[in-house]
């Protein structure tokens, strides 16, 4: 017999961070229900197309880009003192009796919506700094260790909620009959050896060497130094990448590159990467920079971007080796030596 959302969380009452959420999290979960709808339903709807905006990135709205954010803050706002979108530049002020802060994406991967490819929301939840009173966009730039709860919802061929506080990570699937989203993927875990690569590879020429090198020994497969091949995934839709990785293993990598507008990376700290770090790391994987594991970033801005390589262990491990091997040899290049040396040592210990 299926747990029932409801259910899972009075199981898990022993779960403190749960059960501090669990409102909030219900509530973001209809708003997923919801935004499942609209999505199944725009092109019947005319809710299909741009918006005729743009977002804080300068990225053209999708109508349901705006729909989507919409619906999760009708649902959420009630429970939350502020919340924070990548559809919206500023903080949102809520109620000021509550102690959590949400930050979220509410349609990632939008750009797919007309060819009826996967997308997903992302969600974040965070514990207000402050006691009560205003709040600052400064209270959300928190690193990704600080998270009370992270999850996603994907909107596939089956509607599922992902979710964890921190210790595993259980998927959810959405039953329209009951209208309950049912535990069906429990205790989710990321096999430490990977099989799948999923990058942008028109963006080769861009990306840093230790990338470059990365991806070029996968593709040589088992006629070059790793002995094994590789299948490559690009869905173009983050949700749907981290739920494969979640599902049966392998690796995500957007890095920063050598383009004006790459040059943090393409994906935001906050309301991507350190969610889906999160659940990542909660599951066995690593999630990381190249530099540092990315629930260590502090953020500074509430749009900020940053690189994000994710998945199997081993595979971001032997990444950030290279990464960190790159970094030091421009060290020992420039003559600050003893930086050099000491990254080396650190890389090897
Ligand atoms: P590209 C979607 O726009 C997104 O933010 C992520 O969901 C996805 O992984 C990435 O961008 C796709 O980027 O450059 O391949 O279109």
Known sequence: MKLSLNEFIWQQ????????????????????RLIAGAVRDAALNNAMGAAGSSNIQG????????????LMMAETRDLVRALASEEMDEIVPCNPDSDLLLVYDPL??????????SV??????????EPAGDLAAESFLQNGRSQLCAGYA???????????????????????????????HPKLRIAEEAKEFAINTSNARHWPAPIQRYIAEC????????????????????????????????????????????KNGK????????????????????????????????????????????????????????????IAESYLESNTLHKGHA???TQFQ
């Open 13 to 32: 009452r022993s779960d403190e961070r749960l059960q501090r959420v669990a409102p909030l999290l219900l509530a973001i979960a209809q708003s997923c």
């Open 59 to 70: 990225e053209a709205q999708q109508k349901l880009d705006v729909i989507s954010n919409e």
């Open 108 to 117: 990632d991967g939008s750009s797919n919506l007309d060819v009826n490819i």
């Open 120 to 129: 997903g929301s992302i969600f974040s939840i965070l514990a207000t700094p």
């Open 154 to 184: 994907l909107y596939g061929p089956a509607t599922m909620l992902v979710i964890t506080t921190g210790h595993e990570v259980n998927g959810f699937t959405f039953d329209e009959h009951s209208g309950l989203f049912m535990l069906t």
């Open 219 to 262: 593709q040589a497969g088992s006629s070059g130094v790793r002995g094994r091949d590789f299948n490559m995934r690009w869905v173009a839709s983050m949700v749907a990448e981290v739920h494969r990785i979640l599902l049966r293993g392998g690796v995500f990598l957007y890095p920063q590159d050598s383009r004006e507008s790459s």
């Open 267 to 326: 994906l935001r700290l906050l309301y991507e990467a350190s969610p889906m770090a999160m659940l990542v790391e909660a599951a066995g994987g690593a999630a990381s920079t190249g530099a540092e594991r990315l629930l260590d970033v502090q953020p500074e801005r509430l749009h900020q971007r940053v690189p994000v390589i994710l998945g199997a262990m081993n595979e971001v491990a032997l990444i950030e080796g290279y990464c960190r091997t790159a």
């Open 343 to 345: 990254l080396l040592e």
